[in-house]
């Protein structure tokens, strides 16, 4: 098993949203968690899960507790040896959870399947609205 990653922490314990000056702007909202990881790659026998970036963010206010994930350009890879019989691709996707319930999107969605004996079509198309 081999991981790699580079993370920042971000923490706000203030009631009050914090602004940082250093070499830029950041915002840190009130009672708010960050954690962010770039070039992030996980590999276990051979299989492969990797995204260019990888945030979990917790805020909590007066509404309640909310946890957002976000992955961009997400990369998944089932292979034996050098041949890949799986892989999924998407350039973004992110899953927001509150004491409502759960929202999730994903876009460029690019599943490839290489089965020998099976054929597999999939449609990912955005759903279109009717006027």
């Given at each position: 098993?081999?991981?790699?990653?580079?993370?920042?922490?971000?923490?706000?314990?203030?009631?009050?949203?914090?602004?940082?000056?250093?070499?830029?702007?950041?915002?840190?909202?009130?009672?708010?968690?960050?954690?962010?990881?770039?070039?992030?790659?996980?590999?276990?026998?051979g299989?492969?899960?990797?995204?260019?970036?990888?945030?979990?963010?917790?805020?909590?206010?007066?509404?309640?507790?909310?946890?957002?994930?976000?992955?961009?350009?997400?990369?998944?890879?089932?292979?034996?040896?050098?041949?890949?019989?799986?892989?999924?691709?998407?350039?973004?996707?992110?899953?927001?959870?509150?004491?409502?319930?759960?929202?999730?999107?994903?876009?460029?969605?690019?599943?490839?399947?290489?089965?020998?004996g099976?054929?597999?079509?999939?449609?990912?198309a955005?759903?279109?609205?009717?006027?």
């Open positions: 098993m081999t991981f790699s990653a580079a993370f920042t922490v971000q923490l706000n314990s203030t009631s009050t949203t914090q602004t940082i000056f250093d070499g830029g702007s950041l915002s840190l909202a009130a009672t708010s968690l960050k954690i962010e990881a770039t070039s992030v790659t996980l590999a276990i026998a299989q492969q899960v990797s995204a260019s970036r990888f945030t979990v963010e917790e805020i909590t206010n007066s509404a309640g507790r909310l946890v957002r994930t976000t992955v961009q350009n997400f990369e998944l890879r089932l292979r034996s040896g050098t041949t890949d019989f799986v892989t999924v691709n998407a350039a973004a996707a992110s899953v927001m959870v509150n004491r409502l319930g759960v929202a999730a999107r994903v876009t460029g969605l690019v599943p490839t399947f290489n089965l020998p099976l054929t597999l079509t999939i449609n990912t955005e759903p279109r609205r009717s006027s």
